[in-house]
């Protein structure tokens, strides 16, 4: 396998970015702007500029020198534009790993969910609640920086999953614990870009302190259907 550091065309590039950032510096004294010290960030940002769009923005094929010499002249020429559209190169490359991260925190969530309806022993019980709070604080903490609507829409999800492994706690007869997670939920998953679904009444009234049979009198308060509104019967007259 060749040393890519004997590539001629590191050489080549940086070389004609060079080039053209230095062409960019004489438009630029040409339109009445400074000679010095522009010449020197024009000439090296444009050697860089030509190593960002050809091999990261492009990844141009180096078999193809006309093209190889006219896109790092240009790339060198235009470096203001490639510099900013290699951040967004990379800022893209990050998203996309918080995405896939999002995505795995999320599913060892719902294993453990999974482990919770199975356990028996009170301590097990304790321990898969601390370990599902842990993940819903990092999920926290990669979610406070996402920026797409993608990234957002699985920062939902996990939310889901997670009030869904508070109520299996609650279920299972946890209530601590099922407080805990769906306290973390909230402090960790509910920031204002998040759409968070309606939530789960039951879990509302487990993080007021109430006990069982307060929180399933009202939600049995809550359920009762409410009488029809009154019909109008050809028009003119309400029956009951």
């Known amino acids: 396998m060749p040393n890519p550091l004997e590539d001629k065309t590191l050489i080549l590039v940086p070389g004609l970015g060079a080039v053209g950032g230095l062409l960019a ?10 000679l010095w010290p522009d010449i020197i960030v024009m000439v090296t940002m444009g050697a860089g500029a030509a190593l960002i769009f050809l091999f990261v923005i492009m990844n141009t094929d180096r078999s193809d020198v006309a093209r190889l010499v006219a896109l790092s002249l240009l790339a060198g020429f235009s470096w203001e534009t490639v510099w900013e559209a290699g951040g ?5 490359h ?5 995405v896939a991260e999002i995505e795995e925190a999320t599913h060892r969530i ?11 022993d009170p301590r097990e ?32 999800e996990a939310r889901v999953v997670a009030s869904s492994v508070a109520r299996s706690a609650a279920d299972a007869g946890s209530r601590s614990e099922a407080k805990e997670i769906e306290l973390a939920a909230r402090r960790s998953l509910n920031p204002a870009q998040i759409v968070v679904p309606q939530a789960d009444r039951r879990l509302e009234l487990l993080v007021t302190d109430f006990d069982v049979e307060e929180i399933e009198r009202a939600v049995r308060e809550e359920a009762r259907v409410a009488p029809p509104p009154p019909r109008r019967t050809n028009g003119a007259r309400v029956t009951p």
């Open 125 to 156: 019980r304790k321990a898969l609640a601390s370990r599902a709070t842990g993940e819903i604080e990092r999920l926290g903490r990669v979610g406070s920086a996402v920026t797409s609507v993608d990234a957002l829409q699985k920062l939902t």
């Open 110 to 120: 719902a294993e453990i969910e999974a482990e919770l309806l199975s356990a028996t």
């Open 88 to 92: 967004a190169v990379v800022e893209r």
């Open 94 to 98: 990050a998203e996309e790993a918080r």
């Open 25 to 34: 510096w004489m438009m630029s004294v040409r339109a009445g702007g400074p």
